[in-house]
């Protein structure tokens, strides 16, 4: 199987290649920035509003990657048409483009020579998200909260995740597939360990205010969709009550870009995922990005699997 091609430091090399320092800041400290699109129909998604967000990032980290913004965007569409051949049929890849502050001196702190900067693909694992489409995903609030950004800003997309992994460790000791959504200090609802949180109030869109989280690219295209619909949207504090309570939730990241929201600790949240105005963003996003994301994710279960869903999946947007 020929390897993918990988962007590092100037050289676009075989994945199997591609080698970092064990002196890299960003291995032994977790010392770096990131920023991730996928592609739909292997085309990228907003790419430019991805590579603006990891600079920001690099500007609130003090890291100089030594490239400008249209540098960056150029060498990761140079690594997407490098690996576009290895693609099959209905695939789709994630583009990542990580920066460390680069390689320390054996002494010391001190870092020598300037940041190491890849960029690299990987293919969106559709199977470990396609069925919560249809059939929602259990969420968990763990014990473990959002670092607050009077510590660490949450704006900036940080490789070190060892706090939302904390998260994620403990959602997941109590069911294999649960996402974990994090509480602030405060006790608000925050972000999961990769996605923003919606929920859905008296019809109204509402949302975490983005204090103490990400700021989603793929957050920012759902408010453009629901305001084209004619969606109220609500930013703001809300708690675990409000969740308990909401008609509707779904998370939204860049590689599912939505997953409806089943259970919270074991609570069934409104009647059932998806609920209505989650299946109407979904529509809307078919359109904006040219292509059936529920389709394309079931594409890649066993015929048994995709067919049973497939079949709930048309009576969820019938009825």
Known sequence: ????????????????????????????????????????????????????RLFRSLQYTRIDCGMSVDEMEKTTLEVLDRNKPLLRANEDLALWQVVSRGVRSSTGNRVVGGATVTVYSVIVNFPEFASFYVEGAPIVIPSTRRIPPECLESKAKITNKMNHNMASFEAKQVDPRAIPLMLDIDGNLSETSAHNFFLVVNGKLCTPSDRNVLGGITKEAVFGLA??????????????????????????????????????????????????????????????????????????????????????????KAA
């Open 227 to 316: 305001k084209q619909l004619g969606v109220e949207i609500v930013e703001g504090n809300f708690t675990p009550y409000d969740l308990y309570t909401a008609e509707e939730a779904f998370l939204a990241s860049t590689s599912p870009s939505f997953v409806p929201v089943r259970t919270v600790n074991g609570a069934k949240i409104g009647k059932g995922a998806p609920g209505p105005m989650t299946l109407r963003l979904i529509g809307a996003w078919n359109k904006m990005v040219g292509m059936d994301i529920v389709d394309q994710a079931l594409s890649h279960l066993d015929k048994n699997e995709r067919d049973r869903l497939m079949a709930l999946w048309q009576n969820k």
């Open 1 to 52: 199987m020929e390897e993918r091609i990988v962007y590092l430091n100037g050289a676009f090399v075989p994945e199997s290649q591609a080698k970092v320092s064990v002196l890299d800041s960003g291995f032994n400290a977790g010392d770096g920035v990131y920023d991730v699109t996928r592609t739909f129909g292997q085309k990228p998604f907003r790419l430019r509003e991805h590579t603006e």
